[in-house]
């Protein structure tokens, strides 16, 4: 019988039942500052030891913040995450510039394996040339403000025919074959969400004024500018990033308006509205791959075991330890997430399903995070571990497209299955506007701080119709075309974080043409890539994986046309 339990590692240096306590870790940080070291074996040796106390603190972050998020209206599990945020944080931060000042001025550092801790010197090198004791007391308060949007909108609900739903489970009457039924829905969920239209706005008004603060007192001219160095984006500046925007505006939004004037035809509209995008054009229901978290988890694990044996290991060994909540409830925060446990080297999924295709792919989709925190848990040093996002996003999104061979466990009739693959693919090229405005829309908010709520939502709007701007007529809905932006979590809590779902679609497109080609050599690059971690720059992370890191207007045309053309064989 396979063993499902996750060993307890042996700390080497830090005590095995550390209490996270400031006056606690104090001593521990004191020893790592003063400890003198005398030869190269010495500096890897304290470079290991202030590994194990960072894979241990961000594991008992890591716990608060998913604790918090499964039920936001639990006050002591709010303060919890605020006593790190408040008491640990802002007191680890100059101690922290200090143990890389420490680092980095070591006169052993050039005879480190320059080749395996390239990546690590270099972040090390951007974290100290950034740092500045004004911004911790800032960033602290910053990450306090961010909670408050899991507090607004995780606590709202709709009433649909006297029965009260999460927003995320009322969406799926958006699906409804009436479109009396779904227009009805989706004008209730906007109007629950135009309620706290205002506290949201001041709430991000208080981001930005901070944000750009930081960026000034770091000696940025904006927060953009700041970010794109604070992020670690060594390999694309903003003007790549303009360019990306416009390839996909040249190349993917005519592909999508073509499909949305047939999606108009096969429904015999006119014009699509707000409403008509989600239903299904067969004229049947919604689509429904489980009934509950329960069934959910459990065919992902079929999944994943149909792709390797290995990988449907690792997601049972997360469902015996109970690492999932995945269902859909009043009081917990939006969206879903992957969240690696540092120390343990299992990660968290969390998600609000509600039973429809969208959680399904959201399910794969962490999944593949989940693989990444498995393969890269040997890794020697947490700071390998600390994937940046072209990269991260890399292993999920590939592992949405590799799973659809296999989505007939999902799936026993064979034109249910077909209907998936194509609302799947639908929605990955679907994926890359929204990524351009999204991202385009940061630059603009970011590069012109001063600005107010009502210019920021004609800014949203203009950026919006460039793209598309879902491709429906939004006439008498300005209100609600204003207001779609507010329902992006990342806006509000990782600023900046978007443009990388971009770059790793691309990038998992890629992957899939490769995995259709041959797939188990796809699958062994692929695994080979996500195993690095960050110890090599993306480029080489993604060449292991078989693929380009490119996003130039030629790639994105010859892999649309790759997407497109396996559409026409779904039919």
Request: glycine letters at 4%.
């Amino acid at each position: 019988m396979i063993d499902l339990t996750i060993p307890k590692k042996k700390r080497n240096y830090i005590p095995q039942e550390l209490e996270i306590k400031w006056e606690k870790l104090a001593p521990i940080l004191a020893e790592l500052l003063e400890r003198s070291i005398s030869n190269v074996h010495e500096l890897e040796q304290w470079l290991k030891n202030k590994s194990e106390l960072e894979a241990a603190l961000e594991e008992d972050f890591a716990w608060r913040y998913i604790k918090m998020s499964c039920d936001t209206t639990n006050e002591a599990l709010v303060q919890d995450f605020q006593y790190f945020a408040t008491e640990i944080d802002p007191k680890l931060s100059p101690l922290s510039n200090k143990l890389n000042q420490k680092f980095n001025d070591s006169p052993f550092i050039d005879d480190l394996d320059q080749e395996k801790y390239f990546v690590f010197i270099r972040a090390v090198k951007k974290a100290i040339e950034l740092y500045r004791e004004e911004n911790v007391e800032l960033l602290t308060k910053l990450q306090v403000t961010q909670q408050r949007y899991q507090s607004i909108t995780g606590s709202m609900s709709v009433v649909i025919n006297d029965q009260e739903y999460t927003l995320e489970q009322a969406a799926n009457f958006v699906k409804d074959t009436s479109r009396q039924v779904r227009q009805h829905a989706w004008e209730t969920i906007q109007q629950r969400r135009l309620v706290d239209k205002d506290k949201l706005n001041i709430l991000f008004d208080e981001l930005v004024t901070m944000r750009h603060q930081v960026a000034l007192n770091a000696g940025f001219e904006n927060y953009r500018d700041y970010m794109f160095q604070a992020l670690g984006r060594f390999d694309y500046t903003p003007k790549d990033c303009y360019h990306f925007h416009e390839a996909i505006e040249k190349e993917i939004v005519p592909i999508l308006r073509e499909q949305a004037e047939k999606r108009a035809e096969l429904l015999g509209l006119e014009q699509l509205k707000p409403w008509d995008l989600e239903v299904s054009t067969s004229g049947k229901p919604a689509l429904k791959p489980f009934t509950n978290g329960v069934e959910l988890i459990d065919k992902s694990i079929s999944c994943f075991n149909a792709i390797d044996p290995k990988l449907g290991q690792l997601l049972a060994i997360m469902k015996h330890n109970n690492l999932f909540d995945v269902e859909s409830r009043k009081g917990k925060a939006p969206g879903g997430y992957n969240y690696p446990l540092a120390e343990t080297g299992a990660p968290f999924i969390f998600m609000n399903s509600a039973n429809s295709l969208r959680d399904l792919t959201t399910m794969v989709h962490e999944g593949g995070h989940a693989v990444h925190t498995f393969v890269t848990a040997g890794l020697e040093l947490n700071d390998f571990k600390h994937c940046p996002a072209e990269v991260a996003e890399l292993a999920s999104m590939s592992m949405e497209l590799i799973s659809m061979d296999y989505w007939d466990i999902f799936f026993d009739n064979e034109e249910d299955l077909l209907r998936a693959k194509k609302e799947q693919l639908a929605d990955v090229l679907k994926t890359l506007p929204w990524v351009a405005v999204i991202d385009q829309f940061q630059h603009w908010i970011y590069t012109n701080p001063l600005h107010k709520a009502t210019e920021r939502e004609d800014a949203f709007k203009q950026i919006y119709t460039r793209f598309g701007q879902g491709f429906a007529n939004w006439d008498g809905l300005g209100n609600e075309f204003g207001n779609v932006w507010q329902k992006q979590l990342h806006l509000f809590e990782v600023p900046f974080y978007y443009i990388e779902y971009g770059i790793a679609q691309l990038g998992a497109i890629a992957i899939w043409k490769n995995y259709k080609e041959n797939p188990e050599k796809a699958l062994e690059q692929y695994l080979a890539a996500l195993s690095l971690g960050y110890s090599k720059p993306i480029d080489e992370i993604y060449k292991t994986a078989g693929i380009k890191f490119d996003f130039s207007v030629d790639y994105i045309e010859e892999l649309a046309a790759f997407v497109k053309d396996e559409l026409h064989k779904l039919g």
